[in-house]
């Protein structure tokens, strides 16, 4: 069974621009995370979907959004990219909506903002 | 919000040796999961242990919930453990898990 999947890998972008990430859960999964990494804040939350429906938010501004789609692939977009977005973007996917499910994590995508 | 604190945040070994990384939190969790971050940047899932003891291998972990810690044990640490170890737990409604820093270990033939 193939793992979550991000797609690109790595992407490089000027500030102002915007860019859009893609994930695709493992197959069956129906919750959707997506998180930051940086080395300074090490994992910070950005939003999790469920049958596309936004359950929560981390604190983050309006910059950064999401949507799910019916087969339960996500993507999240930022607009207006600052220096420090440069970040490596993981995305997650469980079973289902409920607190007591492994979380299994795709590759990351790797920003760059210059 | 809940509070997530990992000990140590650095760790070296020898090839061999044993060691246990600690994850304290701050308030009840309905979901606790270890992960390992490779030098690739890959997690990988360890655990999913909100309470109890489970073992995998070399590794195991076991979660006080009533005292709000967990511990993973690695046994006969290879080189290949090395990366970063990281605790997350989840509040039940919440549907977002809290990191820990890390504990980052390095282990040398």
């Known amino acids: 069974k193939a793992g979550v999947t991000q797609t690109p890998r790595y992407l490089i972008k000027t500030r102002g621009q915007q860019v859009t990430l893609s994930c695709s859960p493992i197959s069956g999964h129906r919750s959707v995370s997506w998180y930051q990494q940086t080395p300074g804040q090490g994992l910070q939350f950005l939003f999790e979907y469920f049958s596309e429906t936004q359950r929560n938010k981390g604190n983050f501004p309006g910059r950064f959004s999401g949507r799910q789609f019916s087969n339960s692939r996500s993507e999240m977009n930022v607009s207006t990219l600052e220096l420090g977005d440069s970040a490596l973007y993981l995305c997650?996917?469980?079973?289902?909506?409920?607190?007591?499910?492994?979380?299994?994590f795709g590759s990351g995508t790797q920003l760059s903002v210059l | 919000g809940i509070q997530v604190e990992q000990s140590p945040p650095d760790l070296i070994l020898q090839e061999g040796a044993n060691s246990t990384l600690r994850c304290n939190f701050s308030?009840?969790?309905?979901?606790l999961q270890w992960f390992h971050q490779n030098p690739w940047g890959q997690l990988i899932n360890l655990f999913y242990i909100p309470s109890g003891t489970k073992q995998n291998g070399r590794l195991s972990a076991t979660t006080v919930a009533t005292e709000r810690y967990s511990l993973l044990y690695i046994s006969s640490s290879q080189t290949t453990d090395s990366g970063v170890y990281f605790c997350?737990?989840?509040?039940?409604?919440?549907?977002?898990?809290?990191f820990g820093a890390g504990t980052r270990l390095a282990v040398h033939p």
């Open positions: 997650a996917s469980s079973l289902s909506a409920g607190v007591d499910e492994k979380l299994f």
């Open positions: 997350a737990v989840e509040r039940s409604g919440y549907n977002k898990l809290i």
């Open positions: 308030d009840s969790v309905n979901n």
